[in-house]
């Protein structure tokens, strides 16, 4: 079956980065698109960053623009984001997820989720 594994996640300062993974199994991964959400505590799930099966097309939110970067090794079945100049604000679970097809920003469209990776930016 379809399992989507998050890593990465953790504690740190604002300014700081860090760098989150998700692993991909059961999947035809390079010919999924792949995107990350978050959720911070009282709040719904936020899109974050999508990128297709090429690399081709990448979707960012407004907020993270500048800070995160996306990326994918179709090789290793995996998906990265790349999270500079954090703030207190991104603190959330951050969750990646998979949909046949082109990227997409709305989560509704994601059939297959991670578990989910904690990051904590303190002040």
């Known amino acids: 079956q379809v399992q989507l594994v998050e890593s990465g996640g953790g504690l740190v300062q604002a300014g700081g980065s860090l760098r989150l993974s998700c692993a991909a199994s059961?999947?035809?991964?390079?010919?999924?698109?792949m995107g990350w959400f978050r959720q911070a505590p009282g709040k719904e799930r936020e899109f974050v960053a999508a990128?297709?099966?090429?690399?081709?097309?990448?979707w960012y939110t407004d907020s993270v623009k500048g800070r995160f970067t996306i990326s994918r090794d179709n090789a290793k079945n995996t998906v990265y984001l790349q999270m500079n100049r954090l703030k207190p604000e991104d603190t959330a679970v951050y969750y990646c997820?998979?949909?046949?097809?082109?990227?997409?920003?709305?989560?509704?469209?994601?059939?297959?989720w991670g578990q989910g990776t904690q990051v904590t930016v303190s002040s």
């Open positions: 990128i297709s099966w090429s690399s081709f097309t990448i």
């Open positions: 997820a998979t949909r046949r097809g082109i990227a997409m920003m709305d989560d509704r469209w994601y059939d297959y």
């Open positions: 059961g999947l035809s991964f390079s010919n999924c698109a």
